[in-house]
Protein backbone atom coordinates (compact mmCIF):
# COMPACT_ATOMS: atom_id res chain seq x y z
CA UNK A 1 0.00 0.00 0.00
CA UNK A 2 1.07 3.54 -1.01
CA UNK A 3 1.38 5.72 2.60
CA UNK A 4 -1.94 7.14 2.40
CA UNK A 5 -3.92 4.23 1.81
CA UNK A 6 -1.52 2.65 4.81
CA UNK A 7 -3.32 5.56 6.72
CA UNK A 8 -6.83 3.92 6.44
CA UNK A 9 -6.52 0.19 5.80
CA UNK A 10 -3.72 -0.66 7.67
CA UNK A 11 -3.42 -2.28 11.36
CA UNK A 12 -6.50 -3.89 11.64
CA UNK A 13 -8.72 -1.52 9.52
CA UNK A 14 -11.95 -3.72 10.01
CA UNK A 15 -13.31 -5.36 13.37
CA UNK A 16 -12.97 -8.61 12.87
CA UNK A 17 -16.01 -9.95 15.10
CA UNK A 18 -18.70 -7.56 13.39
CA UNK A 19 -17.39 -6.25 10.41
CA UNK A 20 -17.68 -2.54 11.63
CA UNK A 21 -15.15 -0.09 9.35
CA UNK A 22 -14.66 1.86 12.66
CA UNK A 23 -12.92 -0.26 15.33
CA UNK A 24 -15.00 0.13 18.16
CA UNK A 25 -13.93 1.01 21.80
CA UNK A 26 -13.72 -2.32 23.87
CA UNK A 27 -14.51 -0.83 27.36
CA UNK A 28 -13.70 -3.90 28.89
CA UNK A 29 -10.90 -4.76 31.60
CA UNK A 30 -10.98 -8.51 31.83
CA UNK A 31 -12.35 -11.05 29.14
CA UNK A 32 -13.72 -14.95 29.69
CA UNK A 33 -11.17 -17.43 29.49
CA UNK A 34 -12.06 -20.74 27.57
CA UNK A 35 -9.97 -22.72 30.15
CA UNK A 36 -6.89 -22.04 32.43
CA UNK A 37 -4.57 -20.41 29.96
CA UNK A 38 -6.70 -21.01 26.81
CA UNK A 39 -7.65 -16.74 26.04
CA UNK A 40 -7.39 -14.37 23.46
CA UNK A 41 -7.46 -11.08 25.55
CA UNK A 42 -6.58 -11.91 29.24
CA UNK A 43 -6.55 -8.53 30.89
CA UNK A 44 -6.11 -5.02 29.47
CA UNK A 45 -3.07 -3.94 30.75
CA UNK A 46 -1.45 -6.79 28.57
CA UNK A 47 -3.98 -6.39 25.49
CA UNK A 48 -6.73 -4.90 24.51
CA UNK A 49 -8.37 -5.11 20.99
CA UNK A 50 -8.74 -1.31 20.70
CA UNK A 51 -5.43 -0.68 21.38
CA UNK A 52 -4.13 -3.14 19.41
CA UNK A 53 -5.41 -2.04 16.50
CA UNK A 54 -3.82 1.42 17.07
CA UNK A 55 -0.58 -0.89 17.82
CA UNK A 56 -0.95 -2.56 14.98
CA UNK A 57 -1.07 0.69 12.87
CA UNK A 58 1.56 2.47 14.10
CA UNK A 59 3.91 -0.36 13.46
CA UNK A 60 2.60 -0.21 10.06
CA UNK A 61 2.60 3.31 9.00
CA UNK A 62 6.23 3.42 10.59
CA UNK A 63 7.03 0.50 8.48
CA UNK A 64 7.56 -1.76 11.67
CA UNK A 65 6.54 -4.83 12.39
CA UNK A 66 5.53 -4.14 16.24
CA UNK A 67 3.91 -1.17 17.91
CA UNK A 68 2.62 -0.24 21.60
CA UNK A 69 0.36 2.72 23.04
CA UNK A 70 1.25 4.56 26.39
CA UNK A 71 -0.81 7.09 27.90
CA UNK A 72 1.75 9.60 27.16
CA UNK A 73 4.60 10.54 25.26
CA UNK A 74 7.10 10.84 28.02
CA UNK A 75 5.47 7.39 29.24
CA UNK A 76 6.72 5.85 26.05
CA UNK A 77 10.23 7.30 26.57
CA UNK A 78 9.92 6.06 30.16
CA UNK A 79 9.52 2.50 28.96
CA UNK A 80 12.53 2.75 26.85
CA UNK A 81 14.77 3.61 29.76
CA UNK A 82 13.49 1.18 31.49
CA UNK A 83 15.03 -0.98 28.99
CA UNK A 84 18.29 -0.26 30.85
CA UNK A 85 20.46 -0.56 33.77
CA UNK A 86 21.83 1.28 36.42
CA UNK A 87 25.66 2.06 35.09
CA UNK A 88 24.55 2.24 31.47
CA UNK A 89 25.17 5.43 29.85
CA UNK A 90 22.86 7.41 27.10
CA UNK A 91 24.05 10.11 24.58
CA UNK A 92 21.11 12.38 23.95
CA UNK A 93 20.51 14.84 21.21
CA UNK A 94 21.43 18.24 23.27
CA UNK A 95 18.29 20.57 21.95
CA UNK A 96 16.25 18.14 23.19
CA UNK A 97 12.57 18.87 24.81
CA UNK A 98 12.19 20.03 27.91
CA UNK A 99 10.27 17.19 29.58
CA UNK A 100 12.66 14.30 27.73
CA UNK A 101 15.64 16.11 29.49
CA UNK A 102 13.90 16.50 32.49
CA UNK A 103 13.01 12.84 32.78
CA UNK A 104 16.81 11.90 32.03
CA UNK A 105 18.38 14.62 34.33
CA UNK A 106 16.02 14.38 37.71
CA UNK A 107 14.21 11.27 37.28
CA UNK A 108 16.20 8.59 36.07
CA UNK A 109 19.80 9.73 37.27
CA UNK A 110 18.38 8.19 40.39
CA UNK A 111 18.61 5.11 39.34
CA UNK A 112 22.42 5.94 38.27
CA UNK A 113 21.65 5.80 34.06
CA UNK A 114 23.89 8.32 33.19
CA UNK A 115 23.39 10.64 30.43
CA UNK A 116 25.63 12.36 27.63
CA UNK A 117 23.91 15.40 25.64
CA UNK A 118 25.70 16.10 22.26
CA UNK A 119 24.97 17.64 18.74
CA UNK A 120 23.82 14.50 17.52
CA UNK A 121 23.86 16.39 14.57
CA UNK A 122 27.99 15.95 14.57
CA UNK A 123 28.64 12.70 13.78
CA UNK A 124 31.81 13.48 15.61
CA UNK A 125 30.32 14.35 18.72
CA UNK A 126 28.72 11.35 19.13
CA UNK A 127 31.79 8.88 18.49
CA UNK A 128 33.51 11.07 20.89
CA UNK A 129 31.17 11.12 23.32
CA UNK A 130 30.48 6.67 23.69
CA UNK A 131 32.31 4.86 26.35
CA UNK A 132 32.32 1.58 27.47
CA UNK A 133 28.92 1.43 29.12
CA UNK A 134 27.12 3.01 26.21
CA UNK A 135 24.02 1.97 25.22
CA UNK A 136 22.01 3.85 22.95
CA UNK A 137 21.85 7.10 20.90
CA UNK A 138 18.67 9.12 21.47
CA UNK A 139 17.80 11.94 19.08
CA UNK A 140 15.35 14.27 17.93
CA UNK A 141 15.35 15.21 14.49
CA UNK A 142 14.26 18.06 13.82
CA UNK A 143 14.97 18.61 17.45
CA UNK A 144 12.61 20.62 19.97
CA UNK A 145 12.72 23.88 19.58
CA UNK A 146 15.43 24.67 17.01
CA UNK A 147 14.55 21.88 14.77
CA UNK A 148 18.37 21.10 14.14
CA UNK A 149 18.76 17.79 11.80
CA UNK A 150 20.66 14.68 12.87
CA UNK A 151 21.58 12.33 9.30
CA UNK A 152 19.78 9.35 11.24
CA UNK A 153 21.69 7.41 8.06
CA UNK A 154 24.73 8.18 9.20
CA UNK A 155 24.25 7.84 12.91
CA UNK A 156 22.75 4.52 12.69
CA UNK A 157 26.35 2.80 11.17
CA UNK A 158 28.01 4.35 14.36
CA UNK A 159 25.42 3.06 16.25
CA UNK A 160 25.57 -0.53 14.52
CA UNK A 161 29.45 -0.42 14.64
CA UNK A 162 29.78 -0.50 18.36
CA UNK A 163 26.73 -2.01 18.85
CA UNK A 164 24.23 0.18 20.57
CA UNK A 165 20.49 0.85 19.94
CA UNK A 166 19.54 4.25 17.87
CA UNK A 167 15.90 5.71 19.32
CA UNK A 168 14.44 8.07 17.54
CA UNK A 169 11.68 10.55 18.28
CA UNK A 170 9.43 11.24 15.26
CA UNK A 171 6.95 13.71 16.25
CA UNK A 172 7.74 16.75 14.58
CA UNK A 173 7.95 14.79 11.26
CA UNK A 174 5.63 12.11 11.86
CA UNK A 175 5.28 8.87 9.91
CA UNK A 176 3.79 10.65 7.48
CA UNK A 177 6.96 12.65 6.13
CA UNK A 178 9.68 10.53 7.83
CA UNK A 179 10.31 6.60 8.75
CA UNK A 180 13.08 6.38 10.80
CA UNK A 181 13.27 2.25 10.96
CA UNK A 182 13.87 2.60 7.34
CA UNK A 183 16.95 4.74 7.78
CA UNK A 184 18.45 2.80 10.60
CA UNK A 185 16.82 3.27 13.65
CA UNK A 186 15.78 0.74 16.44
CA UNK A 187 13.02 2.28 18.07
CA UNK A 188 10.86 5.37 16.92
CA UNK A 189 8.71 6.89 18.82
CA UNK A 190 5.91 9.78 18.74
CA UNK A 191 4.18 11.80 21.64
CA UNK A 192 1.39 10.93 19.47
CA UNK A 193 -0.46 13.75 21.65
CA UNK A 194 0.67 16.08 18.85
CA UNK A 195 0.26 15.47 15.26
CA UNK A 196 -0.82 11.79 15.08
CA UNK A 197 -3.84 12.88 17.52
CA UNK A 198 -4.32 16.02 15.65
CA UNK A 199 -7.25 17.60 17.78
CA UNK A 200 -6.00 18.61 21.38
CA UNK A 201 -8.09 16.20 22.35
CA UNK A 202 -5.98 12.73 23.47
CA UNK A 203 -2.85 12.51 25.08
CA UNK A 204 -0.45 9.62 24.10
CA UNK A 205 2.73 7.97 23.52
CA UNK A 206 3.69 5.32 20.63
CA UNK A 207 6.03 3.38 19.89
CA UNK A 208 7.59 0.92 17.08
CA UNK A 209 10.36 -0.96 16.45
CA UNK A 210 10.94 -3.77 13.75
CA UNK A 211 13.05 -6.20 16.25
CA UNK A 212 11.45 -9.21 17.63
CA UNK A 213 13.33 -9.54 20.94
CA UNK A 214 13.02 -5.78 21.25
CA UNK A 215 10.05 -5.87 21.15
CA UNK A 216 9.04 -8.19 23.61
CA UNK A 217 11.35 -6.39 26.03
CA UNK A 218 9.58 -3.31 25.25
CA UNK A 219 6.58 -5.54 25.74
CA UNK A 220 7.42 -6.92 28.92
CA UNK A 221 8.38 -3.38 30.43
CA UNK A 222 4.59 -2.12 29.24
CA UNK A 223 2.96 -5.21 30.70
CA UNK A 224 4.87 -4.49 34.23
CA UNK A 225 4.56 -1.22 34.53
CA UNK A 226 1.04 -0.43 33.18
CA UNK A 227 1.46 2.71 31.48
CA UNK A 228 -0.86 1.66 28.84
CA UNK A 229 -3.37 3.62 26.74
CA UNK A 230 -7.00 3.22 27.28
CA UNK A 231 -9.31 1.97 24.31
CA UNK A 232 -10.96 5.63 24.11
CA UNK A 233 -7.91 7.33 23.70
CA UNK A 234 -6.30 4.45 21.23
CA UNK A 235 -9.78 5.14 18.92
CA UNK A 236 -9.19 8.76 18.83
CA UNK A 237 -5.72 8.14 17.91
CA UNK A 238 -7.10 5.53 15.37
CA UNK A 239 -9.29 8.07 14.02
CA UNK A 240 -6.45 10.92 13.88
CA UNK A 241 -4.19 8.78 11.65
CA UNK A 242 -7.08 8.32 8.87
CA UNK A 243 -6.66 11.95 8.16
CA UNK A 244 -3.04 12.71 9.40
CA UNK A 245 -1.51 12.79 5.07
CA UNK A 246 -4.20 15.07 4.83
CA UNK A 247 -3.48 17.38 7.19
CA UNK A 248 0.42 17.20 7.20
CA UNK A 249 0.45 18.19 3.15
CA UNK A 250 -2.12 21.30 4.15
CA UNK A 251 -0.07 22.13 7.41
CA UNK A 252 3.36 22.15 5.78
CA UNK A 253 1.99 24.58 2.82
CA UNK A 254 0.82 26.79 5.54
CA UNK A 255 4.69 26.76 7.43
CA UNK A 256 5.72 26.94 4.04
CA UNK A 257 4.50 30.35 3.62
CA UNK A 258 4.67 31.39 6.99
CA UNK A 259 8.49 30.25 7.50
CA UNK A 260 8.58 32.98 4.08
CA UNK A 261 7.00 36.12 5.56
CA UNK A 262 9.34 36.09 8.62
CA UNK A 263 12.69 35.55 7.23
CA UNK A 264 11.53 38.74 5.00
CA UNK A 265 10.18 40.57 8.43
CA UNK A 266 12.68 43.31 9.57
CA UNK A 267 11.67 42.33 13.51
CA UNK A 268 12.52 39.46 12.73
CA UNK A 269 16.22 38.40 13.53
CA UNK A 270 16.54 34.14 13.08
CA UNK A 271 13.86 31.89 11.78
CA UNK A 272 14.44 28.15 11.84
CA UNK A 273 12.65 25.62 9.62
CA UNK A 274 14.13 22.71 7.93
CA UNK A 275 12.18 23.75 4.50
CA UNK A 276 14.35 27.12 4.20
CA UNK A 277 17.65 26.29 2.07
CA UNK A 278 19.33 28.31 4.62
CA UNK A 279 18.59 26.20 7.25
CA UNK A 280 21.28 24.56 8.59
CA UNK A 281 20.88 20.90 7.86
CA UNK A 282 18.37 21.61 5.16
CA UNK A 283 19.92 19.53 2.22
CA UNK A 284 20.14 15.91 5.39
CA UNK A 285 16.40 16.09 5.97
CA UNK A 286 15.86 16.90 2.66
CA UNK A 287 17.52 13.16 1.94
CA UNK A 288 16.18 11.65 4.38
CA UNK A 289 12.33 12.92 4.99
CA UNK A 290 9.78 13.75 2.54
CA UNK A 291 8.49 16.69 3.99
CA UNK A 292 9.79 19.53 6.45
CA UNK A 293 6.86 19.47 8.54
CA UNK A 294 4.70 23.00 10.41
CA UNK A 295 6.76 23.73 13.33
CA UNK A 296 9.10 27.18 12.94
CA UNK A 297 10.65 29.15 15.74
CA UNK A 298 11.70 32.50 15.46
CA UNK A 299 13.92 35.53 17.02
CA UNK A 300 12.49 38.43 18.09
CA UNK A 301 14.69 41.38 19.94
CA UNK A 302 13.68 40.07 23.29
CA UNK A 303 11.46 38.89 25.99
CA UNK A 304 9.54 41.78 25.92
CA UNK A 305 9.08 41.99 21.85
CA UNK A 306 8.14 38.24 22.47
CA UNK A 307 5.89 38.72 25.09
CA UNK A 308 4.22 41.20 23.29
CA UNK A 309 3.61 39.54 20.29
CA UNK A 310 1.76 36.44 21.96
CA UNK A 311 -0.48 39.33 23.15
CA UNK A 312 -1.88 40.82 19.93
CA UNK A 313 -2.52 37.30 17.77
CA UNK A 314 -6.39 37.12 17.26
CA UNK A 315 -5.44 33.16 15.06
CA UNK A 316 -2.32 31.61 17.03
CA UNK A 317 -3.29 30.18 20.37
CA UNK A 318 -1.23 30.79 23.00
CA UNK A 319 -0.77 27.16 24.58
CA UNK A 320 1.58 24.12 25.27
CA UNK A 321 1.88 21.32 22.87
CA UNK A 322 1.98 21.44 19.22
CA UNK A 323 0.38 19.53 16.23
CA UNK A 324 -2.96 20.76 15.79
CA UNK A 325 -5.74 21.38 13.28
CA UNK A 326 -5.31 25.32 14.67
CA UNK A 327 -2.04 26.78 15.49
CA UNK A 328 -0.26 27.26 18.02
CA UNK A 329 2.36 29.50 19.97
CA UNK A 330 4.97 29.60 22.99
CA UNK A 331 8.06 30.74 24.17
CA UNK A 332 9.60 28.01 25.20
CA UNK A 333 11.94 29.67 27.19
CA UNK A 334 9.19 30.06 29.65
CA UNK A 335 6.83 27.72 29.00
CA UNK A 336 8.29 23.76 26.94
CA UNK A 337 11.78 24.20 28.23
CA UNK A 338 11.30 26.09 31.57
CA UNK A 339 12.80 22.82 33.47
CA UNK A 340 16.07 23.73 31.33
CA UNK A 341 18.71 26.07 33.27
CA UNK A 342 18.91 29.51 31.29
CA UNK A 343 22.69 28.95 31.11
CA UNK A 344 21.69 25.98 29.11
CA UNK A 345 19.28 27.31 26.63
CA UNK A 346 21.38 30.14 26.23
CA UNK A 347 24.55 28.03 25.44
CA UNK A 348 21.60 26.13 23.07
CA UNK A 349 20.63 28.92 21.62
CA UNK A 350 17.49 28.86 22.74
CA UNK A 351 17.17 32.53 23.44
CA UNK A 352 14.68 34.56 25.84
CA UNK A 353 12.93 35.99 22.46
CA UNK A 354 12.52 32.51 20.70
CA UNK A 355 9.38 32.25 19.85
CA UNK A 356 7.41 28.51 18.68
CA UNK A 357 4.72 28.27 16.31
CA UNK A 358 3.08 24.92 15.37
CA UNK A 359 1.28 25.82 11.94
CA UNK A 360 -2.63 24.70 11.69
CA UNK A 361 -4.23 24.35 8.85
CA UNK A 362 -6.58 27.59 9.01
CA UNK A 363 -5.51 29.87 5.63
CA UNK A 364 -2.17 31.08 5.58
CA UNK A 365 -3.23 34.37 4.40
CA UNK A 366 -5.01 34.80 8.07
CA UNK A 367 -2.00 33.60 9.40
CA UNK A 368 -0.28 35.73 7.98
CA UNK A 369 -1.67 38.78 8.93
CA UNK A 370 -2.05 37.86 11.75
CA UNK A 371 1.80 37.71 13.03
CA UNK A 372 2.31 40.84 10.62
CA UNK A 373 -0.32 42.87 12.79
CA UNK A 374 1.61 41.92 16.02
CA UNK A 375 4.70 42.25 14.83
CA UNK A 376 3.74 45.40 14.06
CA UNK A 377 2.80 46.31 17.72
Do not use: C
Not at 52 to 70: C, M, P, Q, R, V
Not at 110 to 128: H, K, L, M, P, S
Not at 177 to 189: F, R, S
Request: net charge negative.
Amino acid sequence: MNKKTKFIHGGVSLDLYTGAVSTPIYQVSTYKQDGVGNFKYEYSRTGNPTRESLEKLIADIENGTHGFAFGSGMAAITAIVHLFSAGDHIIATDDVYGGTFRVLTKVFNRFEIEVTFVDTGDTNAVQDAIQPNTKAVYVESPTNPLLKITDIRALSRIVQKNQLRLIVDNTFSTPYWQNPLDLGADIVLHSATKYIGGHSDVVAGLIAVKDKTLAEDIHFVQNSTGGVLGPQDSWLLIRGIKTLALRMEEIEKNANAIAQFLQKHQAVEKVYYPGLESHPGHDVHTNQAEGFGGMISFVVADQEKALSLLQNVNYFTLAESLGAVESLISIPSLMTHASIPRERRLALGIADGLIRISVGIEDQRDLITDLSNALEV
